[in-house]
């Protein structure tokens, strides 16, 4: 920058010495430029033909040449009554390499060698250099190594133009190699070192790199430290300083910790002040800071937190709430008062939607619970997102409330969306030691065409099963949101090769029609009516019941079937859920007509709760349940192949597919029953070292559950029993799911499979 100022100033000097006279210019003419286009130059110059040009101009006309940056020199003189300017270009950037760059790509490395001024076909300026090399060493040092170097070598080529060579030393990636906290008196050293993102090496810090420092992850740790000190009670406590060194090699990092823990402080009384648009009575009911227990900063927010909440459901969105301590730093105790100000209603504008390029306007729009013109309310904010998360089309979903400009009560609320892809191959595959190999495939798209329907094509082959069905689902149907859907399927069934499974065979296709009645956001009931046409085949080694219900009622059979449902479902996610609860029942009968009469009932619940109050955040206990129960009408007995069948995923993890139940007592075969228990406890959290990261989880699970006949009554005592792990990972090429399984309660005719898997492919 000296240089340029005193080569400016120089110019300016010689720009004025052709004379004090003023000269009526009758021509300009441009001399030294290369590549510089000549009208360019006359683009900025500040006179034209006809002007008269003196000192003053001249030094402006200067100036403004020497501001585009194009120049490294500029004269102007006069030739009579022409003016020309001199002027020497700048060069060029011809060519750009990096040289060495392996563990971040070299388009990134190039992208902010661009911020800073440095690309290929910009103006070269030696002054950018030196940005240039820091730029480089912020971003290896974003990556741990700290003692990489940049030698940067520059060419001078034809037609004043330069070739510029970056040659990088990486270096090796500096850990941190130890962690202490001066002043922990209260609690051990080790737990709270746990408590912070950046470790020393591990075994998943290879993935995670949290063994490498920043400072952005140091100010999130120290405030985890003075977050979890304050709600044990330490008002006063205080991080005195941080020491971060590196050795003289720069490949390793020690960082130190200086606090100050203080006292425990006790609340003594708690009162509220201010404006109430709300009766006083029911915020304080909202304050969970209470007299005669030890201060916590968490408690406090959350009352804050609900508070306001509680005034932006009313409109009050810009409702300022404070809670204002009194402390006697003596006694160690403190009171509060929450003051509140809930400012003006406040009603909203216009609701904007962006980045739904596949999917159509209306698909997100009637989901979104707030209404335009209405007061604000964050509870039908939170809901609309909610509910967009559960269509399962975006894998973000953000919502910024924007005050309207020019006013005090209007916001525009911005729903900012991004898609992921809602089609997919599944691939599935599973081997046990009675039906081999069992291999499954489906093709779906949950968002045929943007229009938020779904159609699935799935086939399910083995040397058990061999199923093809079709389906397809409106949730639109109606605008009142009654959801309409069809399926079509074709099923084939032989068990005659297989043992331990009862031998018979069936050939099965039919079609449904269902419909879905919303009740409330989260309740919904479903009805529904189909047909099966169903022909079976029995040998002379089937069970007695299978004969006899074939002599019975014929080889082939027709049923028209009517079903309903009843659901509630307020989990937060479908794909990751971490709290809220199922249930789910549900009715099939044969009704009066058909060849074939009964029922089957259908209970399901799951119950997730999150274990946050344990500081475990994104850590789920999941309690799943299903019950099952099925006979005859009117006389009839049960057909077979509508009984429950237990085992395999789904089920009780660890044993194989329907082996679960009921015996033939001459072939001691399963032969299902009429009646099921299936109990799930599972402990869900994230994967290790990837605490941000939703598309990878892990689980512990714990399965119980048998099928027991019409003569046979539920008992614990009878269940088979197995744990476990899981894992699931949304990948980029489609979702993973792997479950072992150890059978703990076992019975000697029981088939065993322990390792389950499927694979998929998003497209």
């Known amino acids: 920058m000296f240089l340029r100022s005193l080569a400016l100033i120089i110019a300016l000097i010689a720009g ?16 030294g430029i290369q590549r510089t286009e000549a009208g360019t130059v006359f683009n900025y110059l500040p006179l034209k033909v006809g002007d008269v040009i003196d000192d003053a101009k001249a030094s402006e006309s200067i100036k403004a040449l020497f501001a585009t940056g194009f120049f490294s020199d500029v004269k102007i003189s006069i030739d009579k009554d022409v003016l020309i300017i001199s002027v020497q270009e700048r060069p060029t950037i011809f060519t750009m390499d990096i040289v060495g760059a392996k563990d971040i790509s070299k388009d990134s490395l190039k992208d902010g060698l661009k911020q800073v001024g440095i690309a290929e076909s910009r103006i070269y300026d030696q002054s950018l250099l030196d940005r240039a090399e820091k730029e480089l060493r912020r971003q290896y040092q974003g990556r741990g190594r700290y003692s990489a170097k940049i030698t940067t070598s520059v060419k001078n080529l034809e037609r004043n133009r330069v070739a510029l060579t970056f040659d990088i030393d990486e270096g090796e990636v500096a850990r941190i190699q130890d962690i202490h906290i001066n002043g922990a008196k209260t609690f051990p050293e080790s737990d709270l070192v746990g408590m912070m993102t950046m470790t020393t090496p591990g075994w998943f810090t290879w993935y995670s790199k949290n063994d490498q420092y920043s400072k952005q992850k140091l100010s999130g740790d120290l405030e985890t430290l003075r977050s979890y000190y304050q709600n044990q009670g330490y008002l006063d406590f205080n991080i005195d300083s941080t020491q971060v060194s590196i050795t003289p090699e720069r490949d390793a990092i020690f960082i130190t910790v200086n606090i100050t823990e203080g006292k425990v402080y006790t609340v003594t009384n708690v009162t509220m002040s201010g404006i109430f648009p709300i009766s006083e009575e029911e915020l304080h009911k909202l304050i969970t800071v209470q007299p005669g227990e030890p201060f916590s900063r968490e408690n406090v927010t959350e009352s804050i937190k609900k508070i306001s909440d509680r005034l932006a459901n009313e409109g009050y969105s810009f409702a300022n709430v404070n809670a204002e301590p009194q402390t006697d730093k003596e006694k160690a105790t403190a009171s509060f008062n929450f003051s509140v100000d809930p400012g003006r209603r406040v009603y909203v504008r216009r609701i904007n939607v962006t980045g739904n390029a596949k999917t159509r306007d209306e698909v997100v729009r009637r989901e979104i619970r707030q209404l335009e013109g209405a007061w604000y309310s964050i509870d039908r904010v939170n809901r609309s997102k909610t509910r967009l998360e559960r269509l399962g089309f975006f894998s973000e979903i953000n919502v910024d409330s924007v005050p309207v400009p020019g006013t005090t009560d209007q916001v525009d609320v911005n729903f900012a969306l991004t898609e992921k892809s809602t089609g997919s191959i599944q691939l599935g595959a599973g ?19 943007g229009t938020g329907n779904s159609l699935t094509l799935a086939l399910n082959t083995g040397s058990l099963t061999r199923t093809i069905s079709v389906s397809y689902f409106n949730p639109y149907w109606t605008e009142e949101g009654i959801g309409r859907g069809y399926s079509v399927y074709d099923r084939k069934t032989d068990t005659s090769s297989l043992s331990g499974v009862a031998p018979y065979q069936s050939e099965t296709y039919g079609a449904d029609i269902n419909f879905s009645i919303p009740l409330s956001e989260v309740d919904a009931v479903g009805v529904g009516a189909g047909y099966e046409h169903t022909k079976l085949g029995v040998f002379n080694t089937s069970p007695t019941t299978y004969i006899n219900f074939v002599n019975t009622f014929g ?8 079903s309903g449902s009843f659901s509630r479902d307020s989990r937060d996610s479908l794909l990751y859920p971490t709290k809220g609860f199922l249930q789910r029942y549900s009715l099939e009968m044969g009704v009066p007509g058909s060849d074939l009469r009964y029922y089957r009932v259908d209970v399901q619940g799951q119950y997730l709760v999150p274990l946050t109050d344990l500081y475990l955040p994104r850590v789920s206990v999941s309690m799943n349940g299903q019950l099952g129960l099925a006979n005859g009408l009117d006389g009839q007995t049960l057909p077979f192949f509508k009984n429950f069948f237990g085992g395999g995923v789904g089920s009780v993890r660890g044993f194989a ?8 007592p001459n072939t001691n075969v399963a032969v299902g029953g009429n009646k099921l228990v299936i109990l799930q406890g599972e402990l869900l959290f994230p994967f290790p070292g990837v605490k941000t990261d939703k598309s990878v989880r892990l689980s512990f699970f714990a399965d119980a559950g048998n099928v027991y006949s019409s003569s046979e009554s539920l008992s614990f005592a009878t269940m088979r029993m197995s744990a476990g792990t899981a894992l699931t990972w949304y990948s980029p090429v489609g979702p993973l799911k792997f479950s072992y399984a150890v059978p703990v309660k076992t019975e000697p005719v029981d088939i065993t499979e322990r390792l389950q898997f499927t694979l998929g492919s998003s497209f």
Do not use: H, M
């Open 657 to 664: 597919t329907s082996t679960l139940g009921p015996r033939d």
């Open 16 to 31: 004025v010495a052709f004379g004090a006279d003023a000269v009526t210019i009758k021509d300009i003419r441009i001399e």
């Open 431 to 449: 081997y046990s030691s009675a039906q081999k190999v069992i291999l499954s495939t489906s093709v779906s798209q949950n968002n045929i065409f």
């Open 555 to 562: 080889q082939q059979t027709q049923t028209f079937k009517l």
